[in-house]
């Protein structure tokens, strides 16, 4: 149960002090006064929150009272309500007694219930914030040691698999060794790679990995905003510099001073803001919009591009000096399609990952999901690998996910090898025989997979007989493929 806020309302009308107590006595603990001398003593005995005075009372003006309270019991919401709308009385309630709000007669009672539980909202929030005070000033030492040892424990996270979920043999190696090399350097680095391998958590490392580890790592999409956004983004402006900039603020690159800035998707960045960021490389400054000062900050870059920033240069689309200020050090992350070998880790670090996050519990894959996704060539890469196994999740209703609960592009992508059949669709090579087979081969293991190798199930779908489809089966070798994925499930359990 939530306490009730006290009230004491304080007015020499009885009449009125009923009302008030009437309206507001099933929301509130309501005390009432109807002198000012009967108001004090409830304040001595009581713990009152919130004190509601009329302006007129004989023996002195509600605000002269209120002036005397804020005195004794400065924590009290004081309020004011009077059937005279002096503005001289309001503003020596405001100023003097510290008034929270003028309440004018005649007034709704709806409308002061809402006040007052704005008014009890606000004084318990006052209470916390000085509880929050008190916490802080007792122990400033354990706070700069949490958070100290919190960022010890981020870096150490990265200093030891640099963010990356990889097997012992990935070609990931390769790739963070460069990392660990390039990272204590103060050297500009380009990252390159298709969308979703890992670009931000390179960058993460680079920086978690250098002398800058302590100080902020910042990042920002450079594709996601027009050239006035982003400029005022990264460089901050002055209040006045353009409508709507109400007041001054600082930009990425000061309040990552010291550290690390990430721009991802430079290639996208026009020519007009390559010459912009072009001197913020060259001459370690910045210059707000709307400001003729410049700023000195000292960050480190580290871009990062889906493109061939090189063929763009030659194409005149990007500057040549921007380039080669950026790409200091350049490192190309490799697609998920080249490294299958860590598709099964990565999958259940990311499984583990989403139950986190959803709360929903299973085991894990089963081993034909597990070798489904390890034949697929998943072209969003890691970022389509971890909405795939959101899917399963969410999807599945048993303590193992299978293969069935893969999207169905990805099971008619297979072939009975283990290849991707799409790439065979596609290319020019081979007869429309061949080509045609492979397509039904895809569609048959496709089907099977979803009906969890029932073929009675998959032969309705299919519109064949149970013969039939036994017959296209043994053609395909698809009869091995089940056998082997009965033999790896049984040997998973």
């Not at 007669?105 to 006052?126: C, G, S, V, Y």
């Not at 990356?164 to 990935?170: E, F, K, L, N």
Request: aromatic share 6%; proline share 4%.
């Amino acid at each position: 149960m939530t306490t009730q806020a006290t009230i004491l309302v304080v007015d020499d009308e009885v009449r009125s002090l009923e009302t008030i107590q009437r309206i507001l006595e099933d929301d509130f603990d309501v005390k009432t006064a109807s002198t000012i001398s009967e108001a004090e003593q409830i304040l001595q005995r009581e713990w009152v929150q919130i004190i509601v005075c009329d302006q007129r009372m004989p023996e002195m003006t509600g605000v002269e009272f209120l002036k005397r309270v804020r005195e004794q019991w400065p924590d009290l919401i004081r309020m004011i309500i009077s059937g005279y709308t002096d503005s001289e009385d309001i503003i020596s309630a405001v100023n003097e007694a510290g008034i929270y709000q003028y309440i004018t007669k005649p007034w709704h009672p709806d409308h002061l219930i809402i006040t007052l539980n704005n008014a009890a909202r606000m004084f318990e929030l006052q209470r916390q914030n000085e509880a929050l005070s008190v916490e802080l000033k007792k122990t400033p030492g354990q706070l700069e040691q949490s958070m100290n040892r919190k960022s010890i424990e981020l870096r150490e996270n990265y200093q030891c698999d640099d963010g990356m979920v990889r097997t012992p043999d990935s070609c990931m190696n390769a790739v963070c060794t460069k990392i660990r090399r390039i990272a204590p350097y103060h050297v500009s680095v380009l990252l390159s790679g298709e969308s979703g391998t890992g670009k931000e958590l390179a960058a993460r490392a680079l920086h978690y990995n250098s002398l800058r580890w302590n100080k902020p790592f910042i990042a920002e999409n450079c594709g996601a905003l027009p050239d006035e956004l982003l400029e005022s983004e990264l460089f901050g402006y002055k209040r006045g510099a353009f409508t709507g900039a109400v007041e001054d603020r600082v930009g990425l690159f000061e309040r990552a001073n010291g550290g690390t800035v990430f721009l991802d998707e430079i290639g996208d960045v026009s020519p007009a803001f390559q010459v912009k960021l072009l001197r913020v490389l060259q001459e370690g400054e910045i210059r707000p919009l709307g400001s003729g000062r410049t700023r000195q900050v000292d960050v480190r870059i580290v871009a990062a591009t889906n493109k061939d920033l090189e063929a763009e240069v030659h194409a005149g689309r990007f500057r040549e000096d921007l380039y080669y200020r950026l790409a200091t050090v350049s490192l190309d992350l490799p697609p998920l399609r080249e490294h299958p070998e860590d598709i099964p880790l990565l999958a259940n670090t990311l499984l583990q990952d989403a139950i986190n996050d959803l709360g929903k519990q299973v085991q894990g894959f089963s081993a034909e999901a597990l070798a489904c996704m390890q034949s697929y060539h998943w072209p969003g890469n890691v970022r389509e690998l971890q909405n795939e196994v959101h899917c399963m999740l969410v999807m599945g209703n048993e303590d193992m996910l299978g293969a069935e609960l893969l999207t169905p592009r990805i099971l008619r992508s297979l072939s009975p090898d283990g290849l991707s059949c799409e790439e065979d669709i596609d290319t020019p090579l081979g007869s429309l025989k061949d080509r045609v087979e492979s397509l039904e081969s895809s569609i048959l293991r496709e089907t099977l997979i979803r009906h969890r190798w029932n073929k009675s199930s998959a032969a309705r779908e299919l519109g064949l007989s149970r013969v039939g489809l036994r017959s296209k089966l043994e053609r395909y070798g698809l009869e091995k493929v089940e056998q082997l994925n009965t033999g790896a499930q049984d040997a998973y359990r």
